[in-house]
């Protein structure tokens, strides 16, 4: 895969000539391929290549981008000779340091090498023999990011980020009733990282998991929900409520409100920034530096180094995730939170591996203390708010805690909490930690980049 | 074309489009930003065998196009048989009517579009709004297709949408319009009409939780209707849809039609014939609350022995534009609101999800402005907030089911236009409409 960085070399020179006080040039060859097998059926297999780049400019004091795949010098100097400003707000840039670096992620088995094909036929064999799978379907697919970045403050970072990325969902039928769920699983780096064997086997306990709550489940009266005061959250569930109601509100994009009319708004506004959010037991972090993680890079799409940030340090707010441009209006530097989907989309402050930290208790004391409440292991379906103020999570798998013991399945519970009652509930929270992959959507045209969502499970009680 | 037919492939599906989008951004009453985005971009398809395989063409000069094929070929031998994969359409090609066209957004400069901007948000702020957000943005294309049957042929398409989000206190209000031309969007009368809205009320109040009548504005009805075009394409009815089973069978209210539309004249969406070269057509989902037809590329048709309905998507049948049809729609919005004792007006949704989309079961988050309705006269803003731990509210949710909401449309209003949802991925022609008996809950 080969980049021609003479172009970003062009485009900034021409952009200094045609007056602009900032450039950048990000190239990206990508290349990905993948299969489908739906209802047993083979569905075909896809291939894609291709290089493209994106201008950024400053000029008369406002952003312009520009991107395209037609790498000709004369439109790519016309693009930027033609741009001189609009009405409208002014750009302004954090200082930062230059960085002449490489970032490539190491890979035993090349994703070249990789044999999905053949991983999602056996997984499919081995969901056959499930009786109670009504409908199944496996999507897997790996790749390559090749980056080249340059700036007119004189940075060049190249980065080589391969990945492998799966989708499977799963309609499970007993009698009348079905119970559905959607999983991804996702790693940046070499195919020795998808364990076929694991996916498979978390495939059919997650089938006969969900067929066991619709054979031996309760359907509990409202008063009987209303009751419950305590609710033990495995890390499926902290990990989208971390990035859900603490996650998207810290963008500081959404706190100055430049999302408004696309990803929405945030609690949060430059009048309540360290607020207190949740119990002193709460500490939630990004980290994008988390190796072979889904939502891993080590510079971000404006050059900047990345860094962990602590969203949440013992239930106060405390840093927001930032961009060069919001950095500047935070007059701090840059926490390198800026990504993009692909070349042809503008950067955005985005998430990366966001979670609750750990705590010191064990899964059983959770449970001891909850003595009887719910636990809650999985969710169907979730929501929220404009401003990431209230959220629900409809249980997938829950289960009835009983003298501090896991006892039947529950059908109907639904946790809906406003934010701050969420996360001032939290009373324990557990050693150890979990990560769920997802696909985080944002912006306009709406970018999709891949994240992990977990950490520790934790015991809410709610008053 | 010519570079497949040398390696003695059975179909061969090749399409190039060539695109210009400008996005701006408004924020905070100003304009924040504008992305230019132009290119290429080709997708090949062929299949030998059964076997099938789609490749995306990135980059469209002759060195990369030759890479692309020569790795199909080299990946085609080990891939497994599409054991109900029946071709691709075959001659004769109709040919789709003309869809409108519009030159002047071939090349609208930075300066043209944020002119459009600053004007809406002067007319919105005139007229009552106190904050403006939003996005404008125009695109042009030209897409061509040619497929080893013997079709070749290309259409243009031109765009502009629009989508303000006003606020005003502790009021908000988003609206989304799309044209192909344009004039087909007056910024100004937009903004204005948006402004109105947000400055009707500005007391709030709760409500509990519990069934209400609710009527939804175009946009978030559009966005909750196009669930159904989409779950009667072909792939998703054989992985497992709320419309599997039911063809022929009566899934709504008797008045209710929709229709998935790829000709309308003036859908933003729109092309005369779908990606493997079958003129598009107007294909009735639903007609008078029964399921008539499923969407079919000329392979899933083929396979349940019908025709295609012009929907291909070559791995997998995709809808066009929904149009929504309701016999009793000669009311105006504000007759609707008088027809209901207790009820809300739902401006907005976004973060629609399914816990089960079999079923059909769903919830979704009212954003933006939710009026709550008494005795047929509209009396506060239901409110919201971030209160939770003093135990007061902080808003509202829906949870519904799709099949439910069909049977229990029981009007439309006659405001229908083509809008969208920055929360979906589609256009609808969708009036407002009123369903009874949703059920709502409050946190």
């Known amino acids: ?463 | 074309m010519r570079a497949c037919k040398r390696a003695q492939l059975d179909d061969i599906v090749a399409s190039v489009s060539t695109y210009r989008v400008v996005y701006l951004k408004i924020t905070n009453s100003s304009v924040d930003s504008i992305v230019e985005k132009q290119g290429q971009s080709g997708e090949l398809f062929v299949s030998k065998d059964k076997k099938v395989f789609f490749t995306e063409l990135k980059t469209l000069n002759r060195d990369g196009v030759a890479t692309s094929i020569r790795k199909t070929l080299q990946m085609m031998p080990k891939l497994q048989l599409k054991e109900d994969y029946y071709g691709i359409a075959d001659k004769p090609f109709k040919h789709g009517g003309a869809h409108s066209y519009d030159r002047k957004l071939e090349q609208i400069s930075c300066d043209a579009l944020s002119d459009l901007a600053n004007e809406a948000i002067n007319s919105a702020i005139s007229n009552g709004a106190t904050n403006v957000a939003g996005t404008i943005v125009v695109g042009v294309s030209n897409h061509e297709l040619a497929t080893s049957n013997g079709f070749s042929s290309s259409a243009k398409g031109s765009s502009i949408t629009a989508s303000l989000r006003l606020f005003k206190g502790s009021i908000s209000f988003q609206d989304a319009y799309a044209s192909r031309v344009l004039k087909g969007i007056n910024l100004d009368t937009m903004a204005k009409r948006s402004a109105e809205t947000v400055s009707m009320t500005n007391r709030t109040g709760r409500i509990d939780r519990g069934a209400y009548d609710v009527i939804y504005l175009p946009s978030p009805a559009g966005s909750l209707m196009l669930n159904v075009t989409h779950a009667a394409c072909m792939g998703d009815v054989e992985t497992g849809s709320m419309l599997t089973g039911k063809l022929g069978k009566a899934v709504a209210s008797k008045d209710l039609s929709i229709y998935d539309d790829g000709r309308i004249s003036s859908g933003v969406a729109s092309a005369p014939f779908d990606e493997e070269g079958t003129k598009t057509q107007r294909t009735s989902v639903i007609e008078c609350g029964v399921l008539k037809n499923y969407l079919h590329n000329f392979s899933t048709a083929t396979k349940y022995k019908t025709k295609s309905t012009g929907n291909a998507g070559l791995v997998r049948p995709r809808p066009w534009t929904l149009v929504f049809n309701h016999r009793k729609s000669s009311q105006s919005i504000d007759a609707l609101i008088r027809s209901i004792d207790r009820g809300i007006l739902i401006t907005n949704t976004w973060y629609t999800r399914f816990s089960n989309y079999l079923t059909g079961d769903f919830s979704t988050v009212p954003r933006d402005l939710a009026l709550y309705i008494e005795n047929g006269e509209p009396k506060y803003a239901v409110k919201r907030g971030m209160h939770g731990l003093e135990h007061e509210m902080v808003g509202i949710r829906i949870s519904d089911n799709i099949m439910r909401m069909l049977r229990s449309t029981e009007r439309a209003a006659n405001d229908a236009r083509q809008t969208f949802s920055w929360d979906t991925d589609g256009y609808f022609f969708m009036p407002s409409i009123l369903v009874r008996g949703a059920h709502v809950t409050v946190a």
């Open chain 1, 1 to 463: 895969m080969h980049i021609d960085e003479s172009i970003a070399d062009y485009v900034l020179s021409v952009a200094e000539k045609s007056g602009a006080e900032y450039a950048e040039a990000y190239l990206e060859n990508s290349v990905s391929s993948g299969c489908a097998i739906e209802q047993g059926i083979f569905n075909g297999a896809y291939y894609s290549e291709g290089t493209g780049l994106r201008v950024r400019l400053v000029k008369n004091r406002r952003m312009f981008a520009f991107s395209t795949n037609k790498l000709n010098k004369e439109g790519i100097a016309r693009a930027i000779r033609s741009f001189h400003g609009f009405k409208g707000i002014d750009t302004a840039l954090s200082n930062e340091k230059a960085l002449n670096v490489r970032c490539a992620v190491n890979e035993r088995k090349k994703i070249e090498d990789a044999s999905m094909l053949d991983d999602l036929s056996d997984m499919d064999k081995a969901l056959a023999g499930i009786k109670c799978l009504e409908y199944k379907s496996l999507y897997g697919g790996v790749g390559r990011s090749v980056t080249y970045f340059s700036n007119s403050e004189g940075s060049a970072v190249r980065c080589s980020v391969p990945y492998i990325s799966a989708v499977m969902s799963l309609i499970v039928k007993n009698g009348r009733e079905t119970r559905q769920s959607v999983m991804q699983f996702g790693n940046t780096g070499g195919y020795e990282l998808f364990n076929a064997q694991a996916v498979t086997e978390t495939l059919v306990e997650k089938a006969t998991s969900m067929n066991r709550v619709l054979e031996k489940g309760v359907t509990l009266s409202r008063d009987s929900l209303h009751r419950i005061k305590n609710v033990v959250l495995a890390p499926e569930i902290t990990g989208i409520a971390a990035h859900e109601s603490i996650g998207h509100p810290c963008e500081a994009d959404r706190v100055f409100g430049r999302e408004s009319a696309q990803a929405g708004s945030s609690y949060l506004t430059k009048d309540n920034l360290g607020m207190a959010i949740g119990s002193s037991k709460v500490n939630i972090i990004d980290d994008p530096t988390i190796v072979n993680s889904n939502g891993f890079f080590l510079y971000d799409d404006e050059g900047i180094r990345a860094r962990p940030k602590t969203l949440i340090k013992n239930g106060v707010q405390t840093e927001l995730l930032a961009n060069r441009s919001y950095a500047q209006t935070l007059g701090m530097h840059s926490n390198g939170s800026s990504r993009s989907d692909s070349y042809s989309n503008e950067p955005l402050i985005r998430m990366s591996n966001t979670y609750l930290q750990a705590g010191d208790a064990d899964f059983d004391e959770l449970l001891e203390e909850a003595g009887n409440g719910i636990y809650l292991k999985s969710f169907m379906e979730w929501n929220i708010d404009d401003t990431r103020s209230f959220s629900r999570y409809q249980g997938n798998e829950a289960y009835l805690i009983r003298n501090g013991s896991i006892c039947e399945p529950v059908k109907n519970f639904v946790l809906e909490k406003s934010t701050l009652d969420f996360w001032h509930a939290v009373r324990l929270v557990g050693k150890e930690r979990e990560f769920y992959v997802g696909t985080c959507g944002k912006g306009e045209p709406q970018q999709g980049v891949p994240v992990t969502m977990g950490g520790a499970s934790a015991l809410l009680t709610f008053r």
